[in-house]
């Protein structure tokens, strides 16, 4: 799974916290970038976590324009070491687990943006909202599927309710 234990990356109900992800992460290279400076992000083209699309629409929100993509292979820098990005790469590496073809470099891409400011103010940065707390409770799978009784699944749900809430308002950082 991801982050979110018990859920993987492309689930519904935490999928939205990657499209947030790429959004935030390009507002913040606004504070720092100069006109026409170049960003590369290495993607997988069956990611199901942060997803071409959600790198796109990040891109496209903050000003920057998508200028080029280039199969990570044919990439100059295609050797260097490819990582998760997430608690896995402490003990493996991708070219290192053979059984997790997934993220093959063969299938990864180098999508190439070039920031390109308008001049005008932006407005606030728009996100997705988590689901809510009766969503939450709606769903059967995940570390939903196995809760002993319905007082504890809505314990569980109000948790990560207040944790997306945290996540999406920045109070989780610091």
Same mark, same amino acid.
């Given at each position: ?12 109900? &935490? ?23 170049? &960003? ?40 260097? +070491? ?27 891409? &180098? ?20 689901? +809510? ?42």
């Amino acid at each position: 799974g991801g982050s979110v234990g018990g859920f993987f990356d492309g689930h519904p109900l &935490v999928n939205w916290r990657h499209e947030n992800l790429m959004r935030l992460f390009f507002r913040a290279l606004r504070s720092f970038m100069k006109v026409g400076g170049l &960003v590369k992000i290495a993607s997988n083209m069956g990611a199901v976590g942060v997803r071409f699309s959600y790198i796109t629409v990040g891109a496209k929100e903050n000003e920057f324009d998508h200028v080029e993509t280039v199969p990570f292979m044919e990439w100059k820098l295609h050797r260097y +070491s490819r990582s998760y990005g997430d608690r896995r790469d402490v003990n493996r590496r991708p070219d290192q687990a053979q059984n997790y073809n997934a993220q093959r470099a063969e299938k990864d891409m &180098v999508y190439v943006f070039k920031y390109n400011p308008s001049g005008e103010p932006l407005g606030p940065q728009t996100l997705r909202m988590p689901p +809510s707390i009766a969503t939450l409770l709606e769903c059967q799978d995940g570390p939903f599927w196995s809760l002993p009784s319905m007082e504890v699944k809505k314990q569980l749900a109000k948790q990560l309710h207040d944790r997306f809430i945290k996540e999406c308002s920045g109070r989780h950082v610091g």
